[in-house]
């Protein structure tokens, strides 16, 4: 079996989900069930025996030493983080509990499962890292796209802390030999996001006729990759990846935000027209930027398909349009996250036990 942390969160939740299309394999999801974790996004998982869900913190060493012992995962996968930039720059503490602290007791706490391994299974054994493009810093319109030798520059809180994170990953192997791997992906989007990230809020945004909050002139630059290739791309680096190597992770598809917003606009009109006849793009409105925002992201991702032939699947046009889809399809799934109803889940799963 393998242990997933942070799996009732938007990525974590979609690689569970697409495991169990591949696998029967168990997975033991340990997330914390912060505002991001929501277990609404399993609820086709309920009664699976295979998916074991622990309501837990990664920073808990005593919990993690139990199970680990108890379960002896072949690969833990460390999905769980605080992600969202514009919460870091509002207050990062959380952020380096979480991202920094809560990564290292998890190192900590494998490395000591890790070393108590027979020969075969120590080498058998992976510790996945899942990173984000954000650590390399920004870039100018000119610039090559970011490799696995770039650099880190982390400029907002959050990727200051993933930075950290990356380089305490690194350092367990190159000193302990853990068998670590990190993926460095770009921006994800598809079902289950949180409508906190550009994507999710303008669609639900523009479907209740609230403004479309553009950050300065729309003109940042991020690639977007589909959730479901991100998860195919761990997958392949878990299975394939070699020990101690860091594998970028992108979708060939660099887009200004305010393209990325047109384009859900324009998929609105079609699949879900206003009741006035107006264009979504009416509600598009210019707000102050963000702090430090950084200019450009891009990916060079030609070492995880040279070494690992992985690419992936969906171009940008077919991904967002099963994106919207997905939100129009699932309005209950929002109106749970916007009424804050999914956060009732562990009172209901266990109402007044301990
Ligand atoms: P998310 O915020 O949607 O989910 C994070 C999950 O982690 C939640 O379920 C939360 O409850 C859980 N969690 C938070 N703190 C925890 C703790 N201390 N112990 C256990 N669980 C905890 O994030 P996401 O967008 O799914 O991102 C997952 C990972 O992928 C993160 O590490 C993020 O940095 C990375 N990443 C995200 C993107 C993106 O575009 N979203 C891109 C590249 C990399
Ligand atoms: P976000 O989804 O927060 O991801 P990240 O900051 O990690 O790239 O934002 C994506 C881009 O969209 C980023 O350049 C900030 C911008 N943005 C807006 O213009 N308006 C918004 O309301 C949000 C949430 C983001």
């Known amino acids: 079996?393998?242990?997933?942390?942070?799996?009732?969160?938007?990525?974590?939740?979609?690689?569970?989900?697409d495991w169990f299309t591949q696998s029967d394999e168990p997975v033991i999801n340990l997330d914390k069930l912060t505002y991001a974790g929501n277990m609404q996004s399993l609820a086709s998982l309920k009664g699976k025996p295979n998916h074991i869900f622990v309501h837990g913190d990664i920073g808990d060493r005593a919990l993690l030493q139990r199970l680990l012992a108890e379960h002896k995962p072949r690969a833990v996968v460390?999905?769980?983080a605080e992600s969202h930039v514009d919460r870091s720059i509002h207050g990062p503490e959380d952020f380096i509990q979480t991202n920094v602290v809560g990564t290292f007791h998890l190192l900590e706490s494998v490395r000591t499962h890790w070393g108590s391994l027979d020969t075969e299974a120590k080498a058998a054994f992976r510790f996945l890292h899942v990173s984000t493009d954000e650590v390399y810093g920004t870039l100018g319109p000119a610039d090559a796209p970011f490799?696995?030798?770039?650099?880190?520059?982390p400029n907002s809180p959050y990727s200051a802390s993933k930075a950290s994170s990356d380089h305490l990953v690194r350092a367990y192997h190159h000193t302990y030999g853990l068998p670590v791997l990190t993926t460095n992906c770009s921006n994800n989007y598809g079902?289950?996001?949180?409508?906190?990230?550009?994507?999710?809020?303008?669609?639900?945004?523009a479907l209740a006729g609230k403004p479309l909050p553009v950050y300065g002139d729309g003109m940042q630059v991020r690639d977007w990759l589909f959730?479901?290739?991100h998860c195919s791309a761990i997958r392949r680096v878990l299975e394939a990846g070699v020990p101690g190597e860091t594998y970028n992770v992108?979708?060939?598809?660099?887009k200004p935000n305010i393209e990325i917003v047109n384009t859900v606009c324009a998929l609105l009109n079609e699949m879900s027209p206003r009741r006035d006849g107006k264009a979504y793009a009416d509600q598009i409105t210019y707000v102050t930027d963000r702090p430090g925002h950084d200019r450009r992201y891009a990916i060079d991702a030609s070492k995880i398909h040279r070494e690992l032939g992985w690419r992936p699947a969906e171009t940008f046009e077919t991904g967002i349009r099963k994106t919207v889809r997905w939100y129009l399809d699932n309005q209950p799934w929002v109106q749970q996250v916007q009424s804050g109803e999914y956060r009732q889940w562990m009172d209901q799963q266990y109402g007044n036990k301990a």
């Open 1 to 17: 079996m393998i242990l997933v942390t942070g799996a009732a969160g938007f990525i974590g939740a979609n690689f569970v989900l």
């Open 78 to 80: 460390n999905f769980a």
């Open 191 to 205: 079902p289950y996001h949180f409508p906190e990230k550009l994507i999710p809020l303008m669609i639900v945004n």
């Open 250 to 254: 992108g979708g060939w598809n660099e």
């Open 227 to 229: 959730v479901k290739d």
């Open 147 to 153: 490799t696995e030798t770039t650099p880190f520059a």
